[in-house]
């Protein structure tokens, strides 16, 4: 098993592939057996990294921290649900190290300032900010005294917010990426926000990444195409499985299909052709698919050739439909057959 890619390669090396993360979030529903199933599912998609949530209730939430949905049946409120999702440091400890054992890096969003302590206490190599704590300066400060990389999650922020964020970090001397998402479960086509990919790329010279929440691979195609240094999608076993970012997930299977899309894509980019050279190299099956010209009918010696005494046949044999021209006009010296392919040695 290969060892986890070095996500400081991301800030060294422009070319550096794009990085792929499988976000599992809650869809392990609280089962620490679930969880560790993912790991072993998004390590055999090929992804470059696993991330969760770490949630401590008593840490996050409070009495006024009401659900946005209702879609849990067995938690009373929103504080039951997040302590359901709990994992005991031991535990995220042994997730930690599976991952890794997968050759996988390990990613986990702190949702409070004891998960922050708790997951550097593990070893993160890079923080996920959460699209509702980009403006939280008590969990920047707290990422950023620990020197490791921030990638930041736009979906809840206004521009001023986001430029304010980046500014901080980069003044602090963090290595930042700035991720394009959109806070929709699932999201539409029309609100992937595409094109603050390359605005962020130019606004903030960091890497960029896209955190999509379509349910679908097409966005996150997209933006490898536009330069997108990370890409992140929510990943499930299932669509009938029970989690409220189910609609806005991948399948592991489809999640495969598109880490092998990405690197697909990025093995063409890097690749690039030049026409004729392509063409050079195909002489043999351009002759083979295309046309030569040959006598439409029976030609005696002397006719003057004219279109009407022309027609085509693969493959390209003696003169090509293509130089049509360099007969017409021409008189033949020797009379040729319906069908037979004409030379230049066939005219004066």
Same mark, same amino acid.
């Given at each position: 098993?290969?060892?986890p890619?070095?996500?400081?390669?991301?800030?060294?090396?422009?070319?550096?592939?794009?990085?792929?993360i499988?976000?599992?979030?809650? @869809?392990?529903?609280?089962?620490?057996?679930?969880?560790?199933?993912?790991?072993?599912?998004?390590?055999?998609?090929?992804?470059?990294?696993?991330?969760?949530?770490?949630h401590?209730?008593?840490?996050?939430?409070?009495?006024?921290?009401?659900w946005?949905?209702?879609?849990?049946?067995?938690?009373a409120?929103?504080y039951?649900?997040?302590?359901?999702?709990?994992?005991?440091p031991?535990?995220?400890?042994?997730?930690?190290?599976?991952?890794e =054992?997968?050759?996988?890096?390990?990613?986990?969003?702190?949702?409070?300032?004891?998960?922050?302590?708790?997951?550097?206490?593990?070893?993160?190599?890079?923080?996920?900010?959460?699209?509702?704590?980009?403006?939280?300066?008590?969990?920047?400060?707290?990422?950023?005294?620990?020197?490791k990389?921030?990638?930041?999650?736009?979906?809840?922020?206004?521009?001023?917010?986001?430029?304010?964020t980046?500014?901080h970090?980069?003044?602090?001397?963090?290595?930042?990426?700035?991720f394009?998402?959109?806070?929709?479960?699932?999201?539409?086509?029309?609100?992937?926000?595409?094109?603050?990919?390359t605005?962020? @790329?130019?606004?903030?010279?960091?890497?960029?990444g896209?955190?999509?929440?379509?349910?679908?691979?097409?966005?996150?195609?997209?933006?490898?195409?536009l330069?997108?240094?990370?890409?992140?999608?929510?990943?499930?076993?299932?669509?009938?499985?029970?989690?409220?970012?189910?609609?806005?997930?991948?399948?592991t299977?489809?999640?495969?299909?598109?880490?092998?899309?990405?690197?697909?894509?990025?093995?063409?980019?890097?690749?690039?052709?030049?026409? =004729?050279?392509?063409?050079?190299e195909?002489?043999?099956?351009?002759?083979?698919?295309?046309?030569?010209?040959?006598?439409?009918?029976?030609l005696?010696?002397?006719?003057?050739?004219?279109?009407?005494?022309?027609?085509?046949?693969?493959?390209?044999?003696?003169?090509?439909?293509?130089?049509?021209?360099?007969?017409?006009?021409?008189?033949?010296?020797?009379?040729?057959?319906?069908?037979?392919?004409?030379?230049?040695?066939?005219?004066?």
């Amino acid at each position: 098993m290969s060892s986890p890619r070095d996500i400081s390669d991301l800030w060294r090396d422009p070319a550096s592939p794009c990085f792929i993360i499988g976000e599992i979030a809650q @869809a392990h529903d609280g089962s620490l057996g679930m969880a560790h199933a993912y790991i072993d599912a998004i390590a055999d998609a090929g992804a470059d990294a696993v991330k969760f949530q770490t949630h401590i209730a008593s840490e996050e939430s409070s009495a006024l921290d009401t659900w946005r949905v209702k879609f849990s049946q067995q938690d009373a409120t929103r504080y039951d649900y997040w302590k359901r999702m709990q994992f005991t440091p031991e535990q995220w400890s042994d997730l930690k190290q599976h991952a890794e =054992d997968k050759g996988l890096v390990f990613l986990s969003s702190p949702f409070s300032l004891c998960a922050i302590d708790l997951l550097e206490r593990l070893g993160m190599t890079a923080w996920k900010v959460a699209s509702g704590e980009v403006t939280n300066r008590l969990f920047l400060d707290a990422m950023i005294a620990t020197k490791k990389p921030v990638l930041v999650s736009s979906g809840m922020s206004y521009l001023a917010e986001l430029d304010a964020t980046v500014t901080h970090l980069k003044t602090a001397g963090s290595p930042l990426a700035v991720f394009q998402c959109t806070t929709a479960y699932p999201c539409p086509p029309e609100k992937t926000g595409l094109n603050l990919v390359t605005d962020y @790329a130019q606004r903030y010279q960091c890497p960029v990444g896209l955190s999509d929440h379509s349910g679908t691979p097409y966005p996150s195609l997209a933006a490898t195409t536009l330069g997108a240094k990370f890409i992140e999608v929510h990943v499930t076993f299932s669509r009938e499985m029970f989690g409220p970012d189910v609609s806005a997930s991948l399948t592991t299977d489809e999640f495969k299909k598109l880490v092998e899309g990405i690197r697909f894509i990025e093995t063409s980019l890097a690749h690039p052709m030049e026409k =004729d050279s392509l063409a050079s190299e195909l002489d043999t099956l351009r002759r083979m698919f295309r046309q030569g010209l040959v006598a439409a009918i029976d030609l005696p010696a002397g006719t003057i050739i004219d279109r009407s005494h022309l027609s085509c046949r693969k493959p390209c044999h003696g003169i090509s439909a293509s130089d049509v021209q360099s007969v017409t006009g021409r008189k033949l010296k020797r009379a040729v057959k319906a069908v037979q392919f004409l030379s230049l040695e066939d005219f004066e």
